[in-house]
């Protein structure tokens, strides 16, 4: 392939300016605090009663500050007379087992020693019913054996549908607590039916499952804890739609637009479900998510160590690198996307032996550009984004713009480091 690879080579990369991008920084700064708050509202503490036995949900998402939020919530409901515990729900994410679903909390900092509590893996789920239009719904058997169940998620959106309720608590309940059969049970009707699927699941969830309370986590666009609240079950369904519209409100953003190429430093299951958020790329492989604004070329380098191999979100990639490549475990992929009835994030993008072929690659496969000057767009992950690197022209876009600071440059891009 020397001539491919001598082509691709002669493309010059361009050099880049770091940027610092400015959005709202208001956070919690005491979660024990606001937890303590939110477990002294009266509609809270009747439903958490001497003696129960009480399950505690914990996913698999990066969420910041969660081992404490856990330990915090552990502690209320124990001040409270109960016996809490904590319950792994994560759909089929841990490669399908009890032992990876533990060691994805472990990752997390979510241990017996760091939430004061025991952790509970199991994939045994019992079925609680049908929704109207015929979808099966199941539930944690380790949760439905408990006296309630604390059903605790963040809320943002989701990166395949739309919807009133997207990702959140009720997708914790409905699927995360349903273990690898609700998972596949959610996802097999399709795509076009998960928002509305979503909804009715979560109905039955809260009318025949032991759900007392949810507890709703919001993040600002640096990750930091925004909002803290524990919301009655029989209103959970009404505050979580109001919550999705301040989460996305909320949202972090790549301020300059529109890319010509957008580099990625890395993707993870750590980072987002698809790797890389697809709200923050543009570039999502559901047709149900209308989006303007996606980048001509989309290159992702490497892969994380919390992701044990699932790469699953490269198919939305135009190129990657064979060090990512090196690094994917297929079973663990294929299980996500198989249950999810969804094979295309996982499809192959063009690989390339290096982050700087890789780059040179999406450059010169751009249509209606200049070579020379692309408007190109290089961020470490999806998460973080207050220091991103640019090229010129989006440069001269944004410099009278003051949510976003010049901090330095020019340079040459940073790759193969």
Do not use: W
């Not at 499952?209 to 009404?238: F, H, K, R, S, W």
């Not at 996982?346 to 020379?372: F, H, S, W, Y």
Request: charged fraction near 25%; glycine fraction near 8%.
């Amino acid at each position: 392939m020397s001539v491919l690879y001598d082509l691709i080579k002669q493309t010059e990369l361009p050099p880049v300016y770091r940027v610092r991008q400015l959005f709202d920084r208001t956070r919690i700064e005491s979660v024990g605090e606001e937890i303590f708050r939110q477990f002294q509202k009266p509609e809270i503490r009747r439903r958490i009663r001497p003696g129960m036995r009480v399950a505690v949900t914990a996913g698999s998402r990066g969420v910041n500050n969660i081992a404490e939020i856990l330990r915090e919530t552990v502690g209320q409901v124990r001040a409270l007379g109960a016996e809490p515990f904590i319950v792994t729900a994560m759909g089929s994410h841990g490669g399908a087992t009890p032992e990876g679903q533990l060691g994805l909390l472990a990752e997390l900092g979510i241990t017996p020693d760091s939430v004061n509590a025991q952790i509970l893996s199991s994939m045994e789920v019992v079925l609680l019913g049908d929704t109207v239009s015929g979808v099966p719904v199941y539930f944690a058997r380790e949760a439905i054996e408990a006296d309630a169940t604390i059903l605790a998620g963040r809320i943002k959106p989701h990166t395949a549908f739309r919807g009133g309720i997207e990702s959140g608590v009720v997708k914790m309940g409905a699927i995360g607590l349903g273990k690898q059969k609700g998972a596949e049970s959610f996802h097999s009707l399709g795509m076009e039916n998960m928002a509305k699927n979503l909804v009715e699941m979560g109905r039955v969830v809260l009318e025949k499952a032991n759900v007392a309370v949810g507890l709703a986590i919001l993040e600002n666009a640096y990750d930091q804890t925004y909002i803290l609240e524990m919301i009655p079950a029989e209103n959970l369904m009404d505050r979580e739609r109001e919550l999705l519209e301040v989460a996305k409100s909320k949202m972090a953003c790549i301020l300059p637009g529109p890319l010509d190429v957008l580099v990625v430093d890395e993707i993870g299951k750590n980072i987002s479900g698809d790797g890389a958020d697809p709200n923050i790329t543009r570039r999502f492989y559901s047709p149900y998510v209308q989006c303007a604004g996606s980048p001509q070329r989309l290159v992702y380098l490497d892969l994380t160590p919390e992701s044990h191999g699932n790469a699953i979100g490269l198919g939305v990639a135009d190129f990657i690198t064979q060090k990512l490549m090196d690094k994917i475990d297929y079973e663990s992929m294929y299980m996500n996307v198989i249950t999810n009835c969804v094979p295309e994030p996982a499809k192959l993008p063009l690989i390339m032996p290096n982050e700087t072929m890789a780059v040179q690659a999406a450059i010169r496969t751009c249509l209606r550009t200049d070579p020379g000057s692309p408007r190109l767009a290089h961020i470490k992950n999806t998460l973080h984004l207050e220091e991103i690197y640019i090229t010129l022209p989006l440069l001269n876009d944004v410099k009278d713009r003051d949510d976003l600071v010049l901090l330095d440059g020019p340079h040459p891009l940073r790759l193969d480091i």
